[in-house]
């Protein structure tokens, strides 16, 4: 290798370590928990060696029983019993009481001979092929689990996958109702951003700084305050509401519900992702010579056919890449639908949030995070055969 | 006409002008002169603060840019880059609401009037600036408007090129017999192309007339300087008779032709071309006659440009055809010059 791409490459490795360090590493270790993971396995580890060798057709041999009954009361012990039984339960339900009561009674319960006469003892259930098939993929190791979960699916005792009933439901809706509301604030800002940006690109220089200022200043502040400032304006006492009612357009009993719900999400977010709208349309804007327009004139075109076919278009790369910016923003949006979305104005986002803070189902919440990558990806590669990435132009 | 944008200076002041059907116009002046405003006044972009534009005695005050009709040529063309030499040829056409068929044909014919047919499905920028400018002169002919206007359409382009297109557009201009008005500063180009020339010097007209007249013929001193090359000789006038008059410069008296406005006891500066001046000429032949003393001499191939003091004025130029005796010429010689009355003329006085 010659000695100056050696040296370009140890200039570069740094970075690239700093950033397989920081990202790749944790990206990939969090996303792998949606399919991978340890923590139920390990309640039985003995038990599930055994089973690895089982065909799922008769009954497991000898040693699972052994095995499992030497490992229920010791992991009742550890306090980690609730894992298995826990996964268990949601794919069968009954299987909550026969783990706990298997793991109580296993020591107080006469050795009848064999491992199986003596837990089929205790519950019949364990006499049964289907019980040690739960307990086999409740504990897998790889499993798919949190995606049907995310998906809103589940696993029938017989194998099969089905959606689960409408109002179990959760996910999915979560999903579609990210996906709506990003687009339509990628579509509010459109329409709120062109004609801002063309506003700032038309003004003479000096009205043009002060535009563009206006438009800089929020977008350095703070995200928390941009956000907070929304509740002071839109909640049930605050400054519009109580503008209303000083001007006797509204009673103090109906005062608008603007905050708390999908109204405080939507404005807010269309508000502080704006600027990413307008600052590439500016730009592609700024590049549009001046005669453009006086030359469709020219040519007989009346201002709205000259603005339609020849200025319009050539924003485009301006709208795709603001769009593109916007929406991927949008659909990751955490801080702000939780501060302002009270209950119904939640996102994809805050449930992620909710599960590796709250219910700590790391799995789900990187089952999810995947789907929203997925879904990002997809739309993305959409995107590019549409628009085509490479004539976006952010500025 | 007039013009101001803030109200306190006039980027074009009275102007009156009147372009013939079928004339090719220029309108040449140093920038900052008003001729552009002036052709944007013209197409509608602008409007004039007072006075008024008419187009076959109708006003065109009040009507848009775009219901006017007039084909406009810009400096740095104004293709539209996200349509195809076609696409921006046939968008007159559409907006006009042409069939297609009928549209296909007028686009062919256009672009086979400026040579460049089989471009149609090229995007502008696959094109040199030659063929982009080709382009423009044919969207702005194809939707046949009778006054084309051009606003430095030559400028961006190397000289060469721009040799090329001034023939074309000349030669188009010809075939079509449309109303041209064509804006530049290049005073060469003025000269090749036009009927006439209006040369503009801050927002008035100096002078407009054909390219020959305002050769040999400028009325005012601005025009001297500006076309061509003039020795510009500061004097007074002393005497006037018959078209006639006799200046007194520093250091002795010239003859010149007298254009009317100027009274004896007037400031002048008096014109002569470097190429009418003639070396040694015979005694009394013309009424012109003094004594210089050669500064330098440039060496040109087929003339001489010989620097003379001329009673202390010594950026006096000549230029000598290279004839027999011309080539002997050292700096320091001591030669008599001479030139007719009618090719020296007093103009208005102007503080250069």
């Given at each position: 290798m010659p000695h100056a791409r050696l040296v370009s490459l140890a200039l570069v490795l740094p970075l690239f370590a700093f950033v397989g360090v920081t990202f790749v590493a944790p990206l990939a270790s969090l996303l792998s928990k949606s399919a991978y993971e340890t923590r139920i396995h390990d309640v039985i580890p003995e038990t599930m060696d055994v089973l690895a060798a089982w065909d799922g057709q008769d009954l497991p041999p000898e040693a699972a029983f052994a095995a499992i009954a030497k490992e229920l009361p010791s992991a009742r012990a550890n306090r980690t019993l609730l894992r298995l039984s826990g996964a268990?339960?949601?794919?069968?339900?009954?299987?909550?009481?026969?783990i706990t009561?298997?793991?109580?009674?296993?020591?107080?319960?006469?050795?009848?001979?064999?491992w199986r006469e003596t837990l089929a003892e205790i519950d019949e259930?364990?006499?049964d092929v289907q019980t040690w098939i739960i307990i086999e993929s409740a504990a897998a190791k790889f499993t798919l689990r949190h995606y049907l979960q995310a998906l809103d699916l589940e696993a029938q005792p017989d194998g099969s996958i089905k959606a689960r009933p409408q109002q179990e439901r959760v996910y999915m809706p979560l999903l579609w109702r990210t996906l709506l509301v990003s687009l339509s604030v990628t579509l509010l800002c459109f329409l709120i951003g062109y004609p801002i940006a063309m506003l700032?690109?038309?003004?003479?220089?000096?009205?043009?700084?002060?535009?563009?200022?206006?438009?800089?200043?929020?977008?350095?502040?703070?995200l928390l305050v941009r956000t907070t400032a929304w509740i002071v304006l839109l909640q049930r006492q605050g400054v519009i509401n109580d503008f209303l009612v000083t001007l006797g357009f509204l009673r103090d009993d109906t005062r608008l519900e603007m905050i708390y719900n999908m109204t405080g999400t939507f404005v807010a977010m269309t508000h502080v992702l704006l600027p990413f709208m307008v600052l590439p349309l500016y730009s592609v804007m700024r590049s549009i010579p001046q005669n453009q327009l006086r030359a469709s004139a020219s040519l007989g075109a009346t201002p709205i056919q000259g603005f339609v076919r020849v200025y319009f278009p050539q924003t485009l790369p301006g709208i795709g890449a603001g769009a593109l910016l916007v929406f991927i923003l949008a659909i990751g949006y955490y801080i702000t639908p939780a501060l302002v979305g009270g209950s119904s104005g939640q996102l994809i986002a805050n449930m992620i949030a909710y599960h590796v803070q709250t219910s700590l189902n790391w799995g789900l919440a990187a089952a999810l995070s995947s789907i929203l990558l997925v879904a990002v990806?997809?739309?993305y590669l959409l995107f590019n055969r549409l628009v085509g990435i490479d004539r976006m132009r952010l500025g | 006409m007039s013009k101001t944008y803030d109200g306190e200076h006039w980027i074009v002041e009275g102007l009156d002008l009147t372009v013939q059907r079928g004339e090719f116009l220029t309108l040449l002046g140093p920038s900052g002169s008003g001729k552009t405003t002036c052709l944007m006044m013209l197409a509608g972009f602008e409007a004039p603060t007072r006075g008024d534009i008419r187009i076959a005695e109708q006003s065109v005050q009040g009507i848009a840019a775009d219901k006017r009709g007039i084909g406009v040529v810009f400096q740095n063309y104004a293709l539209f880059p996200h349509m195809t030499v076609g696409g921006n040829l046939s968008f007159p056409l559409e907006v006009r609401g042409m069939d297609k068929s009928k549209r296909r044909s007028r686009v062919q014919q256009a672009l086979s009037l400026v040579r460049m047919s089989g471009f149609e499905e090229r995007l502008p920028q696959a094109l040199s600036g030659g063929q982009q400018q080709r382009v423009a002169i044919a969207r702005a002919l194809v939707f046949e408007p009778e006054l084309v206007l051009m606003d430095e359409p030559l400028g961006a382009l190397d000289r060469r090129l721009r040799e090329e297109l001034q023939f074309e557009i000349r030669r188009i201009h010809r075939e079509l017999g449309v109303t041209i008005v064509y804006v530049t500063h290049d005073q060469q180009e003025a000269m090749v192309m036009s009927d006439r020339v209006a040369v503009f010097s801050q927002g008035r007209i100096e002078q407009i007339a054909s390219p020959e007249v305002l050769y040999e013929e400028p009325t005012r001193s601005f025009v001297a300087r500006f076309i061509g090359e003039n020795n510009l000789v500061k004097g007074e006038i002393s005497h006037v008779k018959r078209g006639v008059c006799t200046v007194q410069v520093e250091g002795g008296s010239m003859t010149a032709a007298h254009l009317g406005d100027l009274a004896p006891g007037d400031r002048t500066l008096v014109a002569v071309r470097p190429?009418?001046?003639?070396?040694?000429?015979?005694?009394?032949?013309?009424?012109?006659?003094?004594?210089?003393k050669v500064e330098d001499v440039t060496f040109l191939g087929d003339h001489l440009r010989v620097r003379f003091n001329l009673f202390g004025h010594a950026q006096f130029i000549?230029?000598?055809?290279n004839i027999?005796?011309?080539?002997?010429?050292?700096?320091?010689?001591?030669?008599?010059?001479?030139?007719?009355?009618?090719?020296?003329?007093?103009?208005?006085?102007?503080?250069?």
């Amino acid at each position: 290798m010659p000695h100056a791409r050696l040296v370009s490459l140890a200039l570069v490795l740094p970075l690239f370590a700093f950033v397989g360090v920081t990202f790749v590493a944790p990206l990939a270790s969090l996303l792998s928990k949606s399919a991978y993971e340890t923590r139920i396995h390990d309640v039985i580890p003995e038990t599930m060696d055994v089973l690895a060798a089982w065909d799922g057709q008769d009954l497991p041999p000898e040693a699972a029983f052994a095995a499992i009954a030497k490992e229920l009361p010791s992991a009742r012990a550890n306090r980690t019993l609730l894992r298995l039984s826990g996964a268990a339960n949601r794919l069968q339900s009954g299987m909550r009481s026969l783990i706990t009561r298997t793991a109580q009674r296993v020591p107080r319960t006469e050795f009848a001979g064999t491992w199986r006469e003596t837990l089929a003892e205790i519950d019949e259930d364990w006499a049964d092929v289907q019980t040690w098939i739960i307990i086999e993929s409740a504990a897998a190791k790889f499993t798919l689990r949190h995606y049907l979960q995310a998906l809103d699916l589940e696993a029938q005792p017989d194998g099969s996958i089905k959606a689960r009933p409408q109002q179990e439901r959760v996910y999915m809706p979560l999903l579609w109702r990210t996906l709506l509301v990003s687009l339509s604030v990628t579509l509010l800002c459109f329409l709120i951003g062109y004609p801002i940006a063309m506003l700032i690109a038309d003004a003479p220089p000096r009205r043009r700084n002060l535009l563009l200022l206006l438009v800089l200043i929020p977008f350095w502040t703070s995200l928390l305050v941009r956000t907070t400032a929304w509740i002071v304006l839109l909640q049930r006492q605050g400054v519009i509401n109580d503008f209303l009612v000083t001007l006797g357009f509204l009673r103090d009993d109906t005062r608008l519900e603007m905050i708390y719900n999908m109204t405080g999400t939507f404005v807010a977010m269309t508000h502080v992702l704006l600027p990413f709208m307008v600052l590439p349309l500016y730009s592609v804007m700024r590049s549009i010579p001046q005669n453009q327009l006086r030359a469709s004139a020219s040519l007989g075109a009346t201002p709205i056919q000259g603005f339609v076919r020849v200025y319009f278009p050539q924003t485009l790369p301006g709208i795709g890449a603001g769009a593109l910016l916007v929406f991927i923003l949008a659909i990751g949006y955490y801080i702000t639908p939780a501060l302002v979305g009270g209950s119904s104005g939640q996102l994809i986002a805050n449930m992620i949030a909710y599960h590796v803070q709250t219910s700590l189902n790391w799995g789900l919440a990187a089952a999810l995070s995947s789907i929203l990558l997925v879904a990002v990806i997809v739309l993305y590669l959409l995107f590019n055969r549409l628009v085509g990435i490479d004539r976006m132009r952010l500025g | 006409m007039s013009k101001t944008y803030d109200g306190e200076h006039w980027i074009v002041e009275g102007l009156d002008l009147t372009v013939q059907r079928g004339e090719f116009l220029t309108l040449l002046g140093p920038s900052g002169s008003g001729k552009t405003t002036c052709l944007m006044m013209l197409a509608g972009f602008e409007a004039p603060t007072r006075g008024d534009i008419r187009i076959a005695e109708q006003s065109v005050q009040g009507i848009a840019a775009d219901k006017r009709g007039i084909g406009v040529v810009f400096q740095n063309y104004a293709l539209f880059p996200h349509m195809t030499v076609g696409g921006n040829l046939s968008f007159p056409l559409e907006v006009r609401g042409m069939d297609k068929s009928k549209r296909r044909s007028r686009v062919q014919q256009a672009l086979s009037l400026v040579r460049m047919s089989g471009f149609e499905e090229r995007l502008p920028q696959a094109l040199s600036g030659g063929q982009q400018q080709r382009v423009a002169i044919a969207r702005a002919l194809v939707f046949e408007p009778e006054l084309v206007l051009m606003d430095e359409p030559l400028g961006a382009l190397d000289r060469r090129l721009r040799e090329e297109l001034q023939f074309e557009i000349r030669r188009i201009h010809r075939e079509l017999g449309v109303t041209i008005v064509y804006v530049t500063h290049d005073q060469q180009e003025a000269m090749v192309m036009s009927d006439r020339v209006a040369v503009f010097s801050q927002g008035r007209i100096e002078q407009i007339a054909s390219p020959e007249v305002l050769y040999e013929e400028p009325t005012r001193s601005f025009v001297a300087r500006f076309i061509g090359e003039n020795n510009l000789v500061k004097g007074e006038i002393s005497h006037v008779k018959r078209g006639v008059c006799t200046v007194q410069v520093e250091g002795g008296s010239m003859t010149a032709a007298h254009l009317g406005d100027l009274a004896p006891g007037d400031r002048t500066l008096v014109a002569v071309r470097p190429e009418r001046i003639q070396l040694r000429p015979q005694t009394g032949a013309y009424a012109n006659e003094f004594i210089a003393k050669v500064e330098d001499v440039t060496f040109l191939g087929d003339h001489l440009r010989v620097r003379f003091n001329l009673f202390g004025h010594a950026q006096f130029i000549a230029k000598l055809p290279n004839i027999v005796g011309h080539g002997a010429l050292l700096p320091g010689d001591e030669v008599r010059l001479g030139w007719a009355a009618l090719d020296c003329r007093a103009l208005n006085f102007e503080d250069t």
